[in-house]
């Protein structure tokens, strides 16, 4: 409770309403979105379209407001670019993870996104960027559902030779499931305004073309 209430003492401040209004628009702009009620629906890899047997996997107001809660606006930029264009996404028997390679001119960084079930729906809910050792770690310890390489060899090495592993069954016999309201820290999906509670509740979808 104590982590619930201070994330609910946070998206009641008023520092934090007016770092979401200077952030909103780069949001809706990133994701070609009307308003934060609209859901947006990745264009995700034909492979792991298949694999969670042809459903959707949906972008909330919910992922704005937690890296807002975390300081990871910084994310947003690279987030459609992970889902829709992974170099590795994988099942670790808890979500589907969709993960990329950013090359720099001093090294590589790695971003991750996770999905999940929540009541039946594949909802995003972490954006995070994370070491080469992790990445690592987490294409030994799950199924690769889909692959397009990596530029550097340590990872792309890794990723060949657990390829050809044993079978695994599909997400519905493998994925734990979760309520939508089981963890506020997930996915918040309310902000509490200034001066009344305002949902963010909403069923509009932004599918990408």
């Known amino acids: 409770m104590r982590f ?3 994330e609910i003492w946070k998206m009641n401040s008023k520092k934090f309403h007016e770092r979401l209004n ?3 628009d780069m949001w809706l702009k990133e994701f070609n979105l009307k308003n934060l009620d609209c859901v947006y629906i990745p264009n995700i890899p034909y492979e792991v379209k298949d694999y969670i047997n042809g459903q959707d996997m949906k972008i909330t107001q919910g992922n704005f407001l937690k890296l807002l809660l975390k300081n990871r606006e910084y994310m947003i930029p690279f987030i459609k670019p992970t889902i829709e264009k992974p170099n590795i996404a994988l099942d670790d028997r808890q979500g589907i993870l969709f993960i990329k390679e950013f090359i720099d001119e ?6 991750m996104s996770v999905a999940k079930q ?3 729906d594949w909802i995003f ?5 994370r070491s080469l050792e992790n990445i690592k770690n987490k294409i030994k310890n799950s199924q690769i559902i889909y692959k397009n390489g990596f530029e550097r060899s340590e990872v792309a090495g890794v990723s060949d030779i657990l390829e050809s592993g044993g079978e695994v069954s599909k997400p519905s016999d493998l994925q734990i499931k979760y309520t939508a309201d089981q963890d506020f820290g997930t996915n918040p999906t309310n902000i509490v305004s ?5 949902s963010f509740t ?3 979808t932004i599918r990408k073309r």
């Open 194 to 198: 200034q001066n009344a509670t305002k």
């Open 118 to 120: 929540y009541d039946g």
């Open 106 to 111: 001093d090294k590589n960084r790695y971003f």
């Open 4 to 6: 619930v209430n201070n």
């Open 22 to 24: 200077e952030l909103k």
């Open 202 to 204: 909403s069923s509009k």
């Open 125 to 129: 809910t972490s954006h995070t960027k």
